[in-house]
């Protein structure tokens, strides 16, 4: 049976040379790999001062700050009717700019998508369109559009929508390509042309995939939306950055906490919708 075996190890060994020869060497590049990579980490680490007695100093002021906020404490109702205000208004700067930057992003997904838009240049330019917007980071945005319309909520949505387009372009694109092609070049042979070739054979099979990216995205830009408020693009972010300037901590830890339970909510209803989705594309399937 030993025997056997050897030969059929040899026999293998033998037909798939590629799959046995150099392990050795690869372990060995992976392992020097590893250790480089901590090397360069410590390195970096410590030219960046985590070794020094500034991180250790910074690490007990940090704990001081802790206990300063404790217990939350926004002051009285009507700050307490103004942050609730205000995190509506977050809320709602998040779900406009989202869903704005969703419907936007869908043409150009679909210009970026290389089964569908067999022009290459015209490919390519939408790529790299998508490419730029996504470069600039949204608080880059927030800043710009401030100064085109002014201090206020619908800075923030611009903001949002404008950094997001990019990245629904990029995801959405990607989905599409990933789509299964049988569909739509079956209604494509039966005459039914590109357009709804793409309406009925490409958007259904990837709608439950686009519909819960733009919801986990919606999770993500209600933080957002109050790190955008801290440069004047509305929302809790304002009062955020006041509290903390005036070291108002026990209403700054109010604040933070309050956009916990709501980012908290927002993802379990989100994760209810996106498997909810994900149960229709199975069953669709």
């Known amino acids: 049976m030993a025997l056997r075996m050897s030969v059929d190890m040899a026999a293998i060994r033998a037909r798939h040379p590629h799959h046995f020869g ?9 392992v020097a790999t590893g250790v480089a990579a901590a090397l360069l980490l410590l390195f970096g680490m410590g030219q960046l001062g985590f070794f020094g007695g500034t991180f250790l100093a910074g690490l007990g002021k940090l704990g001081e700050i802790a206990g300063l906020m404790l217990p939350p404490d926004p002051g009285d109702w009507a700050h307490v009717r103004l942050y609730l ?7 709602a700067i998040a779900l406009l700019g989202t869903l704005a930057a969703a419907v936007l992003a869908g043409p150009l997904a679909l210009l970026a998508a290389k089964n ?24 880059i945005w927030a800043l710009i559009w401030i100064n085109v319309v002014g201090l206020g909520p619908f800075a923030g949505v611009l903001a ?6 990019g990245n629904f372009g990029k995801l959405f694109s990607e ?3 990933a789509a299964d092609r049988k569909p739509r070049e079956g209604i494509v042979a039966a005459g039914g042309g590109a357009v709804l070739g793409i309406r009925f054979g490409i958007l259904p099979e990837v709608f439950p995939v686009l519909a819960s990216q733009v919801l986990y995205f919606f999770e993500s830009n209600t933080r957002s939306a109050t790190i955008i408020g801290i440069v004047g693009a509305g929302g809790l972010g304002l ?11 026990q209403q700054a830890s109010f604040i933070i906490l309050t956009i916990l339970i709501a980012v908290a909510a927002i993802d379990v209803v989100s994760n209810q919708l996106r498997f909810a989705l994900i149960g229709r594309r199975g069953r669709l399937a």
């Open 22 to 30: 150099g392990s050795g060497r690869s372990r060995q590049l992976a």
């Open 85 to 91: 205000l205000s995190l509506v208004e977050t809320v």
């Open 116 to 139: 569908v838009m067999t022009a290459r240049i015209m490919h390519f330019l939408a790529r790299r369109s998508l490419d730029t917007i996504r470069s600039v980071d949204i608080l």
């Open 160 to 165: 949002i929508m404008t950094s997001d387009i």
């Open 175 to 177: 989905a599409i390509e």
């Open 239 to 249: 009062h955020l950055a006041e509290a903390i300037r005036t070291l108002e901590l």
